[in-house]
Nanobody, 124 residues
Framework: QLQLVESGGGLVQPGGSLRLSCVVS????????IGWFRQAPGKEREGVLC??????RYADSLKGRVTISRDNARNTVYLQMNSLKPEDTAVYYC???????????????????WGKGTLVTVSS
């Protein structure tokens, strides 16, 4: 059974940093795209970043402030977020699908498996 569990959210001041983790089980990271998404209150869910198999990150909607990395030994994908702004407040989700090089990962229905999310609040 494929499972994804996010952690690392919390309250952070503007300008601060957070690293979110997505621990996966039931599948091998090498053969899957892992995407990070977020949904702010009253807004639609949006794609943040995606990593595909063993080929590193691809799409990036918050250029310069977020990076994605993977630790295969720990079955974990990380989202490092820097210079956080109040508008980054959202529930952050990770999601997975069989590898498609992150093509259209953020279209509706683009990912097959989802975690339950972790809340990030950016506020002073």
């Amino acid at each position: 059974q494929l499972q994804l569990v996010e952690s690392g959210g919390g309250l952070v001041q503007p300008g601060g940093s957070l690293r979110l983790s997505c621990v996966v089980s039931g599948f091998t990271l090498d053969y899957y795209d892992i995407g990070w998404f977020r949904q702010a209150p009253g807004k639609e869910r949006e794609g943040v970043l995606c990593i595909s198999g063993s080929n590193g990150r691809y799409a990036d909607s918050l250029k310069g402030r977020v990076t994605i990395s993977r630790d295969n030994a720990r079955n974990t994908v990380y989202l490092q977020m820097n210079s956080l702004k109040p508008e980054d407040t959202a529930v952050y989700y990770c999601a997975a699908r069989r590898s498609a090089y992150c093509s259209d990962y953020d279209r509706p229905g683009g990912m097959d498996y989802w975690g339950k999310g972790t809340l990030v609040t950016v506020s002073s």
